[in-house]
């Protein structure tokens, strides 16, 4: 079966980092573009990161550039988001999500929280 189950989200200060995990399996994750989303209460979902399936391209919100990065291990079958320079307005769920044409899978999310 397919899953894509996130982790590393939790709370943190502002000026600080963290780095979020998504684990894919069930499907050919190599072949997939893989994005990372984040939706706050009461807004709608937006998309943060975007990586290509090898690796070579990427695309960020503006937002978050230069803060940022995302990452995959084709290998491990994970992709990665380090968050740096973390703002209060940063706090929301993050989702990862495949996408290979039309066929998209969403993984159920982890909370982040910017807080002193």
């Known amino acids: 079966q397919v899953q894509l189950v996130e982790s590393g989200g939790g709370l943190v200060q502002p000026g600080g980092s963290l780095r979020l995990s998504c684990a894919a399996s069930?499907?050919?994750?190599?072949?997939?573009?893989m994005s990372w989303y984040r939706q706050a209460p009461g807004k709608e979902r937006e998309l943060v990161a975007a990586?290509?399936?090898?690796?070579?391209?990427?695309n960020y919100a503006d937002s978050v550039k230069g803060r940022f990065t995302i990452s995959r291990d084709n290998p491990k079958n994970t992709v990665y988001l380090q968050m740096s320079s973390l703002k209060p307005e940063d706090t929301a769920v993050y989702y990862c999500?495949?996408?290979?044409?039309?066929?998209?899978?969403w993984g159920q999310g982890t909370q982040v929280t910017v807080s002193s």
């Open positions: 999500k495949a996408r290979w044409g039309t066929v998209g899978y």
């Open positions: 990586l290509s399936s090898a690796g070579g391209s990427t």
């Open positions: 069930g499907f050919t994750f190599s072949s997939y573009a």
